[in-house]
């Protein structure tokens, strides 16, 4: 254990070797001081965790020492002492900075109780940085702005973020409907060089092709019927920042056409306008289709194809990355007790085992849904089966029916099995990890890592 220093600042010399002695004795390193100048003189030169200082003193009193100390070393803990103390002088001193004022004379018990105190309140504070620095490594590793994940496919696609947000080139989101593409553009937006701009956002399936020209690049007055006066498009909304065209492959054939242009030129025309004009646009796309099998079937331009996929970034299915469940599923029930003012703790082991069990064929955004679902229902303090969608349980008791190659895997019933065995064991037990283990004929720590991994 590192020795613990202290400075005595007292004009007394009796009052110091008392100080010193009984100090010591408790092991404590002390060094002793007459008046404020000489404590500042050895406060420069040492180290010291706490000062105990005397008020009245000569050259430099208590008060005049503790503004300039607190000054300079913020850090340290002071506790000031005297004979002639009020409880004004007290307050004072605290306002100050001081951390504690001992009315002279005192009993020795008064000074060690102050100081073990104060001990306690290091600690406490050391901890509490500590825990804020586990908290931001875990929130580095796990998490990339609102996207959460600690599987190594998501490793790998925040590792592409990072590499690509800095610069200005196009990038293609592929991925299946509900894996949390916009949430890629959106983090690769904001850790960008054009976080300060603004990131628009158009779904290109989800406007007639009547209309999405003219949202995309704007109107002038006059161009059709309504065009009651000029109006910006997205490009327009997007400059100096990003665009994102959701389903790109969505996109008509001659709004392809006319998108290649922008990209390639870095200009648009507005419906109804006779000149372009420039824009500076970091277009971020994203499609559910395979645009390879769509540019061979003569239903998305070869050319735009080239242009968009400079940089892809692939987001794999929630059931590929099966790691992530029990990570997302504590993170959808922390943000729907907040957003629905309730107190549910977890899930039950058979509702994970549920969780676990089942391929989400709707991805991140399905079990989004179904933990929003289950915590609105839930009326204790776990969530059991019975708040579950039936169509889990079905899945659960019926893996043939999900996907032929996945029922017939060893690797996933082997985890199905272990998962449920563990389960077993620890109701059995009462939780108890150590009995548990010793059912199932496994270490402990295992068994720990193993309750981590299913969520149990």
Not at 164 to 185: C, F, P, Q
Not at 303 to 316: D, F, G, T
Not at 375 to 381: A, C, Y
Not at 409 to 428: E, P
Request: hydrophobic residues 35%; aromatic residues 6%.
């Amino acid at each position: 254990m590192q020795e613990r220093r202290v400075l005595i600042i007292d004009d007394e010399e009796n009052m110091r070797h008392m100080l010193e002695f009984m100090l010591e004795k408790e092991n404590y390193g002390v060094s002793c001081a007459e008046d404020g100048v000489a404590a500042l003189e050895r406060m420069d030169q040492d180290k010291f965790d706490y000062i105990l200082c005397d008020i009245r003193m000569p050259r430099m009193d208590g008060m005049t020492f503790l503004t300039e100390a607190v000054r300079k070393y913020p850090e340290k803990t002071f506790i000031m002492m005297s004979a002639y103390g009020t409880v004004d002088m007290a307050l004072e001193a605290i306002k100050l900075g001081a951390y504690d004022y001992i009315s002279k004379p005192f009993k020795t018990d008064e000074v060690l109780l102050t100081l073990k105190k104060a001990e306690e309140r290091e600690r406490l504070k050391t901890e509490n940085r500590d825990l804020k620095k586990k908290m931001e490594q875990v929130q580095s590793k796990y998490s990339f702005g609102s996207i959460v994940a600690r599987s190594e496919a998501m490793a790998k696609v925040f590792d592409l973020v990072g590499k690509v947000a800095e610069h200005k080139t196009t990038v293609l989101i592929t991925g299946e409907s509900g894996t949390g593409k916009e949430l890629i553009a959106k983090a690769i937006h904001s850790n960008g060089q054009r976080a300060d701009g603004s990131l628009v956002s158009i779904n290109c399936g989800g406007i007639p092709e009547n209309l999405l020209e003219s949202e995309l690049f704007g109107y002038k007055k006059g161009a059709f019927t309504d065009a009651t006066r000029d109006k910006p498009g997205r490009f327009d909304e997007a400059h100096k920042g990003t665009l994102f065209l959701d389903e790109i492959g969505d996109l008509s054939y001659a709004l392809q056409v006319k998108l290649l242009r922008v990209l390639q030129e870095e200009e648009i025309t507005p419906l109804g306008g006779s000149g372009a004009r420039k824009v500076d646009v970091r277009v971020v796309a994203a499609t559910s289709k395979d645009l390879v099998k769509e540019v061979e079937r003569g239903n998305f331009r070869e050319e735009l194809y080239y242009r968009i996929n400079v940089w892809r970034i692939h987001l794999p299915p929630l059931r590929d990355r099966r790691g992530d469940l029990s990570l997302l599923t504590g993170y959808f029930v922390d943000q729907f007790n907040s957003k629905l003012g309730k107190t549910v703790e977890g899930l039950s082991s058979e509702a994970m085992g549920m969780i676990m069990d089942y391929h989400w064929p709707g991805n991140v955004r399905e079990l989004e849904n179904t933990i929003e679902r289950a915590v609105l229902l839930s009326t204790g303090r776990l969530i059991t089966p019975e708040d579950i969608p039936s169509s889990l349980l079905k899945n659960r008791n019926s893996t043939e029916e999900i996907d032929g190659s996945e029922a017939l895997s060893i690797k996933r019933a082997t985890r199905r099995l272990q998962r449920d065995l563990m389960a077993k064991a620890l109701k059995r037990t009462g939780g108890n990890k150590t009995q548990a283990a010793k059912l199932l004929e496994v270490s402990r720590p295992m068994l720990i890592a193993k309750i981590k991994e299913y969520g149990l």
